[in-house]
């Protein structure tokens, strides 16, 4: 059971970049999966979720209306688009898997890191000013 985060880089400001969270382990298209991130000297801190169907979707408002989340079963793939960037958005992006999220989970509960059971290593995202 693991989740491999990639497609970070560094950015300028106002570019894009597209994450992706696979996952091994037939469990998985049954997630709720989350991205959290975590900048120099601060705490982790929610950025985005999707419901294991895909049709339920949660952001932070600090990315809400740049970010975007999705998944692909068949792939067991969760992906996070990430539009017009700024340098505050630069963090340690991670994804994680919750395997007992009920479908309805609800935004408190999707944003709560200790829910998640599974966490994978990590992408470094740099926006330069």
């Known amino acids: 059971v693991q989740l491999q985060a990639s497609g970070g880089g560094l950015v300028q400001a106002g570019d894009s970049l597209r994450l992706s969270c696979a996952a091994s382990g037939r469990t998985f298209n049954r997630d709720l999966r989350g991205w959290f991130r975590q900048a120099p000297g601060k705490e982790r801190e929610f950025v985005a979720a999707?419901?294991?169907?895909?049709?339920?979707?949660y952001y932070s408002d600090s990315v809400k209306g740049r970010f975007t989340i999705s998944r692909d079963n068949g792939k067991k793939t969760v992906d996070l688009q990430l539009n017009s960037l700024k340098p505050e958005d630069t963090a340690i992006y991670y994804c994680a898997a919750d395997l007992n999220a009920i479908l309805s989970a609800g935004p408190t509960y999707a944003s709560t890191q200790e829910n998640y059971e599974y966490w994978g290593q990590g992408t470094q995202v740099t926006v330069s000013s």
């Open positions: 999707i419901s294991r169907t895909g049709t339920t979707t």
